[in-house]
């Protein structure tokens, strides 16, 4: 299977810019997360969605939003970009939520997307 | 919060010795997950405890957990070069997870 795909890999934006970034989970995944690196914050959570429907949120301005398609493909965006919001951002899917699977799931993380503000 | 904080921030050592990093949190969890990420790159999921787990092995990795510590730590044995990276704990439940600072393993050849 291929893994967790995100697009772009890096991107480069300024001040007062919006930002979509995309991930594409597992095949058969339907729990995609987002995730917000920094070197001051570390990992930090920014929302989960699962059917097209967002489950979990983390503690982060309203400016960061997302959504999920029917083929669970997600995107994430971020508007009016500031300096802090540099980071890296990283999805990861799951199989958690489908029938029969344990909430004990592990989480397949993709390789990231660099987003620098300037 | 959940937030584990891992401990020593950074360890370096021979190829061929032993690395230990230990994991704490706040709270009640049901499962502790450890991850490893090399330079500014995804996180590889390493290896899962549940709470009624004490101990779990995966290779050359050991995973403890203490409940009544509130801490758990991860092992690993015979170090190699390739297992330079960054070593996160991360609690939580489905997928909303909780991931400490992390431990910046360096394994010099």
């Known amino acids: 299977k291929a893994g967790v795909t995100q697009t772009p890999r890096y991107l480069i934006k300024t001040r007062g810019q919006q930002v979509t970034l995309s991930c594409s989970p597992i095949?058969?995944?339907?729990?995609v997360s987002w995730y917000q690196q920094t070197p001051g914050q570390g990992l930090q959570f920014l929302f989960e969605y699962f059917s097209e429907t967002q489950r979990n949120k983390g503690n982060f301005p309203g400016r960061f939003s997302g959504r999920q398609f029917s083929n669970s493909r997600s995107e994430m965006n971020v508007s009016t970009l500031e300096l802090g919001d540099s980071a890296l951002y990283l999805c990861a899917s799951s199989t958690a939520g489908l029938a029969g699977v344990s909430s004990y799931n592990e989480q397949f993380f993709g390789p990231g997307t660099r987003l620098t503000v300037l | 919060s959940q937030q584990g904080e891992e401990d020593p921030q950074a360890l370096s050592i021979q190829e061929g010795e032993n690395a230990t990093m230990n994991c704490s949190y706040k709270?009640?969890?049901?499962?502790l997950q450890w991850y490893r990420q090399n330079s500014g790159r995804g996180l590889v999921h390493l290896i899962l405890?549940?709470?009624?787990?004490r101990e779990k092995h995966s290779g050359r990795l050991r995973v403890t957990l203490d409940t009544s510590k509130k801490s758990s730590s991860l092992l690993i044995t015979a170090s190699r070069a390739a297992d330079t990276a960054s070593y996160f704990c991360?609690?939580?439940?489905?997928?909303?997870?909780?991931f400490g600072s992390g431990t910046k393993l360096n394994v010099k050849p």
């Open positions: 095949s058969g995944h339907r729990s």
């Open positions: 405890i549940r709470s009624n787990e």
């Open positions: 991360a609690t939580g439940n489905f997928n909303k997870f909780y």
């Open positions: 709270t009640s969890i049901n499962n």
